[in-house]
């Protein structure tokens, strides 16, 4: 409790002083407007839904209520309510939140913290199933050649499928028997160049770019050599 005291008083006199300075700026008392503070500012923190965990930031948002609606505002107490509510919301999600996204000073109003945070847990969430997305097809490649940006992955699953056709348009990447269709009687490589991806299915000699159309294979020709011999070997080139 004690630690929690200090805090509180610690945050209240950082205030007061501030307030000083901007009755200055304001050419207002300097001593009423401390006292109207010395009032209000305790009342206001009454609506941190912690232990008094975000003292600062409700002093940040009277000083913004300042600039907003000029120095001599009084509090609204509905407002508060609202403030309160946000306050609460942030701190229950607060630990889901990647590390960088936890400073409450990134958020300046109840509307930030209400507006935000969701979006910021979406963006969370979908960079997760990525990672996951990405952990799984790993498991489902086996990578035949790899030197710079010349890469050559034999999928073993419809996950690799899915991840490696990412922003193409391969039937293969979107309904599973689609990519067992081509994968069960032969292999099935994907071609990451500086030129592109690229796709073949090594039963049929289907060949394909990302846009699904046939292709010249002599894209390939500045390959590496390494590279060159690998397309040379599954194909009837």
Known sequence: MSTNLRRADFVLVTHLQATWRRAGVENDDPWLSVEREKRLFPMICQFDPTDGRYHGWLSNWRRRVWDLRGFRTGIDLGELEDVSKALMRFHRLKAKLPPEQRDIGQYHSAEDLLAIVPTRLAETRRRQER???????????????????????????????????????????????????????????????????????????????????????????????????????????
């Open 131 to 237: 990672d996951s997305l990405k952990e799984e097809a790993y498991r489902q490649s086996q990578f035949l050649f790899r030197e710079g940006r010349w890469i050559i992955v034999r999928l073993t699953g419809f996950t690799a499928a899915r991840f490696w056709g990412l922003n193409t348009k391969w039937c293969t990447t979107s309904i599973e028997r689609n990519f067992l269709h081509y994968a069960t009687d032969g292999d099935l490589l994907v071609f990451l160049t500086p030129h592109g991806k690229f796709q073949l299915a090594t039963a049929t000699q289907m060949f394909r770019d990302a846009r699904d159309n046939p292709f010249d294979l002599a894209v390939f020709r500045h390959a590496p050599p390494g590279f060159f011999k690998l397309v040379q070997a599954y194909t009837r080139w």
